[in-house]
């Protein structure tokens, strides 16, 4: 596993792709080659999306053709792949059969030989950074891998806006906890807390995002198919995200998981993109779940403004993290431009002197 450090400037790949026609090794070629991430003999484990028992061409799981294409690489660079999630409900052998058998990957399994998990035990780990959650149970499959590459799918998440790769890593919990923190934190600023605490400890090796066929509308289960025709690669989960929104046209803010990483200082400072750029494969007409709120729509914008208070201390912490570089510091106190703001709040949630309070200003 990775560590969560923050990258500087990380490289996302991106190539066009169908299912007939997937090409990892020129996808990741920016990268050299997966030997950059695996060694021979490791245990790889692809940790892709399954979220229920579902066929592949509804678009809710990771499409097994992707699945097929990155296990032969790992096969062919010396490594042992293992395919691994842990779906909604109860982790039980049970249900893994039957999420595999209609997912394809019971077939796939057959035809290259590689390994299905069915270890349904799990093991608890401390969260040192965590803000939900200061421990959790994890999938004794996820630790037990020598590196993971996960294999999201570009989706939408009725409540989480995308479930892209910083929200993948969350099926590395078993299901039925899964289901006490989605009862515990049920408010999108705590979900998504709680997500980036998981993805604090369990940061993947390589992404390689499942772009040909995608779900838009109201995923992450009723969402429909759209064609997207790519295939995306990186070995960072919020670069990887951040290229995804941009491809879209989506307003990285206004995705919880991404805004609670702008928070805690995740975003890279820039990130290059050897092959494609998320320009050259822009997606214009992307439907965002019904739910979206007003920094993915510009409708129900809220009322109250963000306001600085004679408490400023002119920290700077808030010009950082504005995404619109709206914030300034101006005679030792910071100063807003609401012309630029889009009001995220993310600076009241920053500021540690408790300088910024959401007024209606007229
Ligand atoms: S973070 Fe708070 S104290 Fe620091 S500059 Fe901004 S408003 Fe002032
Ligand atoms: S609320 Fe406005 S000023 Fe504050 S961080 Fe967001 S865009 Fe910037």
Redesign the pocket.
């Known amino acids: 596993m990775n560590s969560s450090n923050k990258k500087i400037n990380p490289s996302v790949c991106i190539i066009k792709s169908s299912y007939q026609n997937i090409d990892i090794n020129t996808l990741i070629k920016p990268f050299g080659s997966l030997n950059k991430f695996i060694k021979k003999g490791e245990h790889v484990l692809l940790k892709i999306n399954l979220l229920n028992a579902t066929e592949p061409n509804k678009a809710v799981i990771t499409n097994p053709k992707v699945v097929e294409a990155v296990a032969i690489n790992v096969l062919k660079s010396g490594g042992i792949p293992i395919i691994g999630d842990s779906p909604s409900g109860p982790f039980t052998k049970r249900k893994l059969q039957k999420v595999y058998n209609m997912a394809g990957m019971t077939n796939l399994s057959n035809d290259l030989g590689v390994e299905l998990n069915f270890n349904t035990k799990y093991t608890k780990l401390t969260i040192p950074d965590g803000k939900r959650l200061k421990n959790t149970y994890v999938c004794d499959f996820v630790l037990n891998a020598d590196k993971i590459i996960s294999i999201p799918k570009i989706k939408t998440h009725s409540l989480m806006m995308m479930t892209l790769a910083t929200k993948i890593m969350y099926g590395a919990i078993p299901g039925l906890t899964k289901v006490r923190y989605h009862s515990k934190y049920m408010r999108r600023k705590a979900l998504a807390e709680m997500l980036i605490d998981v993805l604090s400890i369990l940061n993947p090796d390589l992404i390689i995002m499942d772009g040909i066929v995608g779900m838009q509308g109201d995923g992450p289960a009723a969402g429909n198919p759209v064609e997207l025709g790519v295939m995306l690669a990186s070995d960072d989960s919020i670069a990887m995200d951040l290229t995804v929104c941009r491809m879209l046209n989506i307003e990285p803010i206004g995705i919880p998981t991404l805004k609670e990483a702008k928070i805690r200082n995740m975003w890279p400072n820039e990130i290059s993109f050897p092959l494609l750029s998320p320009d050259d494969v822009k997606y214009k007409s992307f439907t965002l779940p019904s739910t979206a709120g007003h920094l993915l729509t510009d409708e129900k914008k809220p009322k109250k403004d963000?306001v600085i208070m004679q408490s400023c201390t002119a920290c700077g912490e808030?010009v950082d993290?504005?995404?619109?570089n709206?914030?300034k510091i101006n005679d030792n106190m910071a100063q807003?431009n609401y012309q630029?703001?889009?009001?995220?709040?993310?600076?009241?949630e920053i500021c540690a002197y408790n300088a910024i309070e959401l007024e209606n200003k007229k």
Do not use: L, S
Request: aromatic share 6%; hydrophobic share 30%; proline share 11%.
């Open positions: 963000p808030c993290i504005c995404p619109k709206a914030i807003i630029n703001c889009i009001k995220c709040y993310c600076c009241h």
